[in-house]
């Protein structure tokens, strides 16, 4: 179980998707390999370069914030419609809340890392480069 976590780090997911995609199957979930890529897009083209720009204009605690009040909104919301099965989550149907809140907290995890390397860059690339 542990080796999940490194495999759901950002970056090297993007070169472990297949083991991350299996490891989701060995729990009875069969995620659509087009659905998992547009995941991995959409946290690079959305969630790295939000907490980039966002650490870049205000402070950090600010920017925690904005990110902690986000994730305590969408978070139970995006939980229970996977749950449901609603919309692109369809392949969740009628699987255990266990199974499904398991995946939604370490897609979780990654969302969060992609996040945090968004703000480190937004530190360090004005400070040091601009």
């Not at 969740?92 to 907290?105: A, D, G, M, Y």
Request: charged share 15%.
């Amino acid at each position: 179980m542990l080796k999940i976590f490194y495999f759901l780090l950002p970056i090297i997911d993007v070169f472990k998707l297949d083991r991350i995609l299996n490891y989701y199957s060995s729990l009875g979930v069969k995620i659509p390999y087009n659905h998992a890529r547009n995941g991995l897009i959409e946290r690079w083209i959305g969630y790295l370069p939000a907490s980039f720009i966002l650490s870049w204009v205000i402070d950090l605690q600010t920017t925690l914030i904005i990110i902690t009040i986000t994730f305590l909104i969408v978070g139970p919301i995006e939980l229970y419609l996977m749950y449901l099965g609603i919309g692109p989550w369809k392949f969740f149907k009628e699987k255990s809340i266990s199974v499904v809140s398991r995946i939604f907290l370490l897609e979780t995890y990654n969302v969060v890392l992609y996040l945090i390397l968004g703000v480190i860059l937004g530190f360090l690339i004005p400070n040091y480069f601009l």
